[in-house]
């Protein structure tokens, strides 16, 4: 569906008003008011500092963590959203794929957590099974020093292990949208987990918030505390996101390090038309002629595990 024609449907929780006022006043929940409207960063005012990871307000033990992974300097939207971040900001980041996203809201939500730690403290919502264990695997990484706890919660899996999983409370839940759904709906003993959950991350977020999804994150968003702070990060910025900086106005900041849409600088992308019926033939063909052309791996995405495996 064409970006100009997706129906945001107003009565969706995450773009009205909030009715409950806030009764925690720990760092990680309270949302601080701001005098400034919200930020909107473009190339020509955006510039790499020399900024650490310590200057950002990180804990010594997640800059110490970050030099263990050769973390040497922050990235341009670590350096802009982090602070802000810490700071209670609900923030969108927007920024190109491999700009280091992940870790500009893992690294905040993990300092909250090392400072107030019970479970579920996260949820971060991602579209595809794939992204949510590759977040996984990232905050497992950034919080090596903490005994950290992770549920990955997506189709696929046995719902009975998934369902003790939440249970017994992680600290971080990583989920798709629709398997969450159903854990939430067939269980009412999971709902209760997430009464105190202090993050709301959507990773990938304009996927997220599709409108293919809003049915899954209406019912996600109201086992949700309401004072939860809110993550938005993504490599294109959509009608959606736009509209989420009209809901929270002076309490969200947004970075934007491009306007529209962009790839990666070092990626050629090339597209061949060919018909359907003829299509395995000439993926053959072409993975033929890898080490011909000097390629020495490749990574085929489909649509569907049943077409993977076929």
């Known amino acids: ?47 790499e500092n020399t900024a650490t990871f310590s200057e950002l307000g990180l804990s010594e033990w997640a800059v110490k963590t970050c030099k263990e992974l050769r973390m040497r300097t922050p990235r341009r939207v670590q350096q802009y959203c982090i602070p802000k971040i810490l700071e209670g900001r609900h923030v969108i980041g927007i920024d190109e794929t491999g700009s280091g996203k992940t870790a500009a809201f893992a690294l905040p939500i993990l300092q909250r957590l090392a400072e107030h730690p019970f479970g579920v403290f996260a949820l971060v919502v991602t579209p595809t099974r794939e992204l949510a ?28 292990r998934q369902t003790k999983e939440l249970v017994a409370r992680p600290h971080l839940v990583i989920a798709t949208p629709g398997r969450i759904k159903v854990l939430l709906k067939d269980n009412p003993e999971i709902a209760p987990v997430f009464s105190r959950t202090k993050f709301l991350v959507l990773d990938e977020a304009d ?9 899954e994150l209406k019912f996600i968003f109201q086992c949700l505390p309401e004072n939860r702070q809110n993550l938005f990060f993504s490599a294109t910025t959509t009608s959606n996101l ?69």
């Open 1 to 47: 569906m064409d970006e100009s024609q997706h129906i945001v449907d107003q009565n969706f929780p995450l773009f009205k008003p909030s009715l409950k006022p806030s009764i925690n006043h720990s760092p990680a929940a309270t949302i601080i008011p701001q005098n400034d409207v919200v930020t909107h960063e473009n190339p020509n005012s955006i510039t």
């Open 133 to 160: 264990f590759q977040l996984a695997e990232q905050f497992r990484a950034l919080g090596s020093s903490l005994r950290l706890r992770v549920a990955v919660i997506v189709g696929g899996m046995d719902m009975l």
């Open 207 to 215: 996927r997220v918030l599709d409108v293919g999804f809003q049915e």
């Open 242 to 310: 736009q509209k989420l900086r009209e809901r929270y106005q002076d309490k969200l900041y947004a970075f934007e390090a491009y306007e529209g849409f962009k790839t990666v600088e070092k990626l050629t992308q090339q597209a061949v038309f060919i018909p359907k019926n003829v299509k395995d033939v000439y993926l053959l063909h072409i993975l033929s002629k890898m080490k011909d052309m000097g390629i020495r791996s490749a990574i085929v995405f489909v649509s569907t595990c049943r077409y993977l495996f076929r």
